[in-house]
Each structure stands twice: as C-alpha cells, then as structure tokens.
C-alpha cells in the first residue's frame, strides 16, 4: 500500500465524543491534493467516505440537481477521493451522471457532452479543459450556453467571466471539497460538521472536525484566498493550475 505524505499526523481522532479510527482499520482508497510543497497523499476510511456520500447530494441540491437532472464530473483519476461522493450523490439524487478527464486532451469529450445533452450542472471546470476548448476552436459561450451551474476551478473561472460566464467557484481544498452555491459567493464545504477552513497568509488551511484515518489540523492548502462566514472567497490571481491538470 502506498504510504501518506505530507504535512499532517495519520490515525487521530477528530472531535471529542467520536472514536480515533484504529491503526489497522481497512481503508476506502488513498487520496491525493495539491499541497503547498507538491502533492499531498492521505488516507480514507470506509466510515469517512460514507459520511461524505451521505453528504453529497444536498450539496448538489443546492446547484439545482435534483431527480432527473445530470451532472458532467471534470476531475482527474488522482482526485477520485473528492469526486467519488460527488458522483454517487449524482446517482442517490435521482440524476445522471458523466464523466471527462480534467485535462487538455479530453476537452473534446467535454465539448461532445455539453453539444448534446442539457446539464444542471458541470463540476471541475479548470484551465486545461479550457487550453483544450481553444485548441479546438469552441468558445466558452458556446461550450456552455445549456448548463445551469458552471462550477469551475479557480484557474478558470476568469477566462469564463471574459465570455459572459459566471461560474460558481469549485475547489479541492487539500480533502475537502468547496462548492459556491452561487457565482460570486463563498465557496462552502459539504458538511461543516466534517470540516473548518481557514486562512494563514493568504492560504486556506482545513481541520477535521470528525475523527478520520488521517487528521488535519490548519494543514495548510494550495488554495489562495480568505475564509468568509465559513466559505472561501476565492484570490482568482493567486491560485494557479497543479502541475498534472494538463
């Protein structure tokens, strides 16, 4: 099994009344985030990974998805410990799911989807897939004139604003995952109950709040940008895309 690294402490409890997660406990998978230094790897635990699907779909609900929608899922193979409960929480909503790599070279397949079929939401949207969208000749306007949410990385969302986009702000921060509910607010995590964010010289840090195979505390991210009633508001100058998005 591939070890976790990283600036954090592994086998911790989260809040007082949970129990630690033993040494031992099988895991779900092993995770991946762009850390401040580099990539950052860390454990998931079966419990932990059912909490965030439980958690899901009301964070989808909150985009407009709901029975008989359908979601576009951009992410990278890497990112599986983020989107996993997103794409789940797609299906326990009652919605359709679809999926394209977060990368230059499947921007094809995000332009054939978004061609044919209407979605509530896309999630993921990042500035390989744009770099993708222009090597193909497809403006943004176009590309994206039928969906609902446009939910997009920080890399992204000013280049969609110069073509009349505005995206809702999307971003992994370190594990957990942000989502605006509007373009323009503060992008908020599934469950606040799982995860406090903050900010320490620009960058947002994350803080388990529930016990999980590995435990966060003001682990700072690569995310840039300032922590607002719980939500981040996005520094769109600051934050640049990771190495493997293209």
């Keep these: 099994m591939t070890e976790p690294s990283g600036p954090h402490v592994t086998r911790r409890a989260g809040r007082a009344d949970d129990a630690p997660v033993p040494v031992g406990t099988p895991l779900w998978g092993i995770g991946r985030y762009e850390g401040p230094d580099g990539p950052v790897t860390w454990e998931i635990s079966h419990d932990e990974i059912g909490r965030d699907l439980g958690a899901a779909p009301a964070a989808l609900a909150r985009l407009g998805v709901g029975a008989g929608g359908r979601v576009l899922h951009c992410s990278l193979l890497s990112e599986a410990g983020h989107f996993f409960p997103l794409v789940i929480g797609t299906m326990l909503a009652g919605a359709q799911v679809s999926q394209a790599d977060a990368t230059r070279g499947d921007a094809t397949r995000v332009a054939m989807f978004l061609r044919m079929l209407h979605y509530d939401a896309v999630l993921g949207v990042n500035a390989a897939i744009l770099d993708g969208l222009d090597e193909l000749g497809v403006a943004y306007a ?65 803080t388990n709040l529930r016990a999980r195979a590995t435990e966060f505390r003001g682990t700072a991210t690569a995310v840039r940008g300032s922590v607002v009633d719980h939500g981040v508001v996005l520094d769109l100058e600051g934050n640049v895309c990771a190495p493997n998005d293209r």
């Design 142 to 206: 176009e590309a994206f004139s039928d969906v609902g949410a446009v939910c997009a990385r920080p890399d992204a969302i000013a280049r969609l604003a110069v073509e009349g986009i505005d995206a809702h702000g999307f971003a992994l921060c370190g594990p957990a995952v942000a989502i605006a509910a509007a373009p323009g607010a503060p992008a908020l995590v599934h469950d606040t109950a799982e995860w406090e964010l903050g900010s320490v010289d620009g960058r947002i840090t994350v």
